[in-house]
């Protein structure tokens, strides 16, 4: 029971975060690591008691792959939405800024126009380290999250495996 309430809870808890906040999405990869614990946990230790072992292992020699490509393809999914979420995001604010400033050059031309070039060359700054230092933080996390699946899925197998052949439940 305390295993459902888990993967329930993570399974919600990442799916709302990814649908309420997906400009924020390099720190995703670590919230939504236990996105897939609840397929593991259904199709795996729920289905168990309705089939043999030899089916079982069958199964799971199947679905273990699909799954790790499911993962694989949610965790480029999330890379692609963090990767454009931030380009987009970040430009139309950098855009957004051209047009204050042309708007404050037109307007008060005499009091900001000397210090906007100043202005603009530091905002065009942060907008480069933020861009590039937000896209290799989420090109980072991706291998980082890759890794730890890999591993979690090369302990779900063995543990199937020695769960089979000694008829574990």
């Given amino acids: 029971m305390h295993l459902e309430f888990h993967s329930f809870f993570s399974f919600s808890f990442s799916l709302i975060i990814f649908c309420f906040f997906p400009v ?5 990869f ?10 593991y946990y259904f199709f795996f230790f729920r289905i168990q008691k309705y089939f043999p072992s ?9 679905f273990l792959p699909f799954f790790l490509s499911f993962s ?7 890379f692609l939405s963090s990767f ?9 604010h950098f855009f957004l800024y051209i047009l204050l400033s042309i708007f404050l050059s037109f307007y008060l031309r005499f009091f900001l126009s000397s210090f906007l070039p100043i202005y603009f060359a530091f905002y065009l700054l942060y907008f480069l380290s933020s861009f590039f230092l937000s896209t290799f933080l989420s090109i980072f996390l991706s291998f980082i999250v890759f890794l730890l699946r890999f ?11 020695f769960s089979c052949k ?4």
Avoid: E, G
Wanted: proline share 2%.
């Fill in 30 to 39: 670590f919230l939504s690591s236990y996105f897939h614990v609840f397929f």
């Fill in 72 to 78: 694989s393809f949610f965790s480029l999914l999330f």
């Fill in 54 to 62: 030899s089916y079982f292992i069958l199964a799971s020699s199947v």
């Fill in 84 to 92: 454009l979420s931030i380009f987009i995001f970040s430009s139309l």
């Fill in 151 to 161: 591993l979690r899925f090369l302990f779900i197998s063995f543990f199937i495996s």
């Fill in 166 to 169: 000694f008829n574990i439940r």
């Fill in 24 to 28: 924020s999405s390099p720190f995703l």
